[in-house]
């Protein structure tokens, strides 16, 4: 029924655009044909025309759910302004009075609104269900649908309503988007959303032209950062810092230095937070130090660099904050500086809270320890997380590609550790492999009674190092599956069956260790 709908002649007409971008259009015929759709899709990918042009075809109104309620209004805004009719998008948060409440109750019943944009909580509140009840509503659009899921990296409780509440209110299709791609999260939307059949579309989430380095932190970091931005006099940038107290003190010392930057945190109030946005769009100033509030829905195209003073919580975090680099397609730096201190210093933050919030603070943390240790390629790893294989050698466009470590034999080790995983039945998560291999007789081991079993110890003689890199370059290469439904305990593959009855050669690079250099660097 929709293949005669032309499509093309409705891009046009509604957005001025000559053609679809990936698989925009397969999303929205999926749509259209009134299918649950999913949609996984980088950053800048075009996500918003996947609901907003259907809500335009079909009869109704369509709800969007997002969480953002400061940017609701410039979302609406954009929707009005780049379509032919005006006023088709409205919104409905807390930040509304009355009367503007009013106003958008009527411009619904009224037929006006093909788009409302609604917060989660406002979509759930019990009084509002009435009104929900008393239109036809083309279907519902999920936006930035990781917020349901408390491994993504921002979890918010009031996403896992949604459901609930959209039985209450009837049922209509559901077109979930978000840009974080991990398997663990993408079961919990489906789960949560009701929509385990839905149609999914999952773009590459390979950003090609970011360029990938980790440094190690050392006392000169603020010089470090001062001659980057030096060497790319007039660029935008952004740098990350986990605490306000940080994002003031590096402000301060790179404006003290002649760098046009500014301070932005969630502690700054609003009228301060949005002249500074302003500026950074209009380019009054480059630089802007800022805690991860800064940057959802910033649409600035050509920043380039995104700087990480501190090592981010997850590695989808970092994916999403060095996403906001070369959104035009051209340059774009990313540099993480990495301290094992500053590792410890987050586990810490975790202890007064909840231990299964806890546990998962600190898998994740552990992602992204692995991927600043790593020697392999960056984009290689980062896909990875994302479920995506990643098959070119070298990327040429991170430090490890453009400085290659030496590629070390690793088929005994590997072997060592499959028949470890074997032994103590797939039941085991990597630290506990790494002490068996080692011959380590933990309690733990113990408990279990490992430490009687033939492979204990097995790779005793070996360098301790080399476990951590072998394990996890197992993993990309497909021989050992860490398995997320149970907190990462670690299975075999068929490739990893095959591999013990027949092993071929594996090599692996090293960590860089950053525990060892960042003493002796603060020595000096
Ligand atoms: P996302 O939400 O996935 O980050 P957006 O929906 O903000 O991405 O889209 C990113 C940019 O791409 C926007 O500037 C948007 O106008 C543009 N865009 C989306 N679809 C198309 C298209 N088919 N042709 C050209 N530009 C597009
Ligand atoms: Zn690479």
Request: aromatic share 10%; charged share 25%; hydrophobic share 35%.
């Amino acid at each position: 029924m929709t293949a005669t709908i032309n499509l093309n002649e409705q891009l046009k007409h509604h957005f001025g655009f000559d053609s679809f971008k990936g698989d925009q259009e397969a999303i929205i015929r999926n749509l259209l044909e009134g299918n649950d759709t999913f949609v996984l899709m980088p950053t800048g990918g075009g996500k918003s025309l996947c609901y907003q042009l259907p809500s335009l075809i079909m009869e109704g109104t369509a709800i969007v759910v997002s969480p953002l309620i400061a940017l609701m209004k410039n979302q609406v805004d954009v929707v009005n302004g780049l379509s032919e009719e005006s006023g088709v998008a409205h919104y409905l948060n807390s930040s509304l009075n009355r009367a503007a409440i009013n106003q958008v109750y009527k411009d619904v019943h009224e037929g006006r609104t093909k788009l409302l944009y609604v917060a989660p909580e406002s979509l759930n509140k019990e009084d509002n269900l009435e009104f929900f009840r008393s239109f036809k509503i083309s279907f519902y659009a999920i936006d930035e649908a990781h917020c349901i899921s408390e491994w993504g990296h921002d979890f918010r409780p009031e996403y896992r309503n949604i459901r609930p509440t959209i039985n209450k209110i009837g049922a209509a299709p559901v077109i979930a988007l978000t840009a974080t791609a991990t398997d663990k999260v993408r079961m919990d939307i489906k789960k949560s959303l009701g929509i385990t059949d839905a149609k999914e579309f999952k773009s590459s989430f390979n950003r090609a032209n970011l360029y990938y380095e980790v440094r190690q932190k050392t006392n000169d970091i603020d010089k470090q950062i001062i001659k980057f931005i030096k060497q790319h006099p007039g660029k935008s940038g952004i740098i990350y810092c986990i605490s306000r107290k940080k994002v003031e003190e590096l402000a301060a010392v790179l404006k003290a230095n002649d760098i046009k930057a500014a301070a932005y945190h969630a502690g700054l109030d609003s009228a301060t937070r949005s002249q500074t946005q302003d500026d950074f769009l209009m380019e009054r100033i480059d630089v802007i130090v800022a805690t991860i509030a800064f940057g959802m829905g910033i649409d600035k195209p050509d920043v380039r660099f995104v700087i990480h003073y501190d090592i981010p919580k997850s590695l989808e975090g970092y994916y999403q904050e060095t996403g906001r680099a070369g959104r035009d397609g051209g340059e774009g730096i990313c540099i993480a500086f990495y301290a094992y201190k500053d590792l410890q210093k987050l586990e810490k933050f975790m202890e007064g809270k909840p231990v299964a919030e806890q546990d998962i603070g600190k898998q994740l943390l552990q992602e992204t320890a692995a991927y600043a240790e790593t020697s392999m390629c960056r984009r290689k790893v980062l896909l990875h997380y994302f479920g995506e294989e990643y098959t070119k050698e070298n990327c040429g466009n991170c430090d490890n590609c453009l400085h290659p470590k030496v590629q070390r034999d690793g088929q005994e080790a590997l072997l060592i550790v499959l028949k470890a995983i074997i032994a103590v039945k797939e039941a085991f998560r990597q630290d506990y492999i790494v002490d068996f291999v080692k011959g380590r007789a933990t309690d733990d081991i113990v408990s279990h009674h490992h430490e009687q079993l033939e492979e204990f110890g097995a790779g005793e003689d070996m360098p301790v190092k080399i476990w951590n890199p072998v394990i996890r370059q197992g993993m990309i290469a497909g021989y050992i599956h860490k398995d997320i439904e149970s907190y990462g305990l670690l299975k075999m593959t068929a490739a990893g069956k095959r591999y013990v009855k027949n092993p071929t050669p594996f090599t692996y690079v090293e960590d860089t260790d950053f525990s060892e250099t960042e003493e002796e660097a603060s020595e000096a």
